[in-house]
């Protein structure tokens, strides 16, 4: 394998994974700059109140697009092992 394959390969794998992670990220900006804003204008600082909603968000993002993502990860998947003999030698 030359480094030039690899470097293409790990690229590939890394764009594929930000394309994965995107919506779930954005969410999670969203509702953290959403819940500061509240904790600035309530005066409440607890910890759990700025973690729990993210999560939760993550977590309904992640349902919502896994099938999204399932084809994505198949798509990556099949263009990898479609021609193999690049890998191999």
């Given at each position: 394998m030359?480094?030039?394959?690899?470097?293409?390969?790990?690229?590939d794998?890394?764009?594929?994974?930000?394309?994965?992670?995107?919506?779930?990220?954005?969410?999670?900006?969203a509702?953290?700059?959403?819940v500061s804003?509240?904790?600035?204008?309530?005066?409440?600082?607890?910890?759990?109140?700025s973690?729990?909603?993210?999560?939760?968000?993550?977590?309904?993002v992640?349902?919502?697009?896994f099938?999204?993502?399932?084809?994505v990860?198949?798509t990556?998947?099949?263009?990898?092992?479609?021609?193999?003999?690049?890998?191999?030698?």
């Amino acid at each position: 394998m030359s480094d030039a394959l690899i470097t293409g390969l790990m690229q590939d794998a890394l764009t594929t994974l930000m394309w994965i992670v995107a919506p779930m990220l954005a969410m999670a900006i969203a509702v953290g700059i959403i819940v500061s804003l509240l904790q600035t204008l309530t005066s409440i600082q607890d910890q759990t109140f700025s973690f729990a909603p993210r999560v939760i968000v993550i977590f309904v993002v992640f349902l919502l697009s896994f099938p999204w993502i399932l084809r994505v990860l198949l798509t990556f998947t099949e263009s990898i092992f479609k021609d193999f003999t690049p890998y191999i030698k």
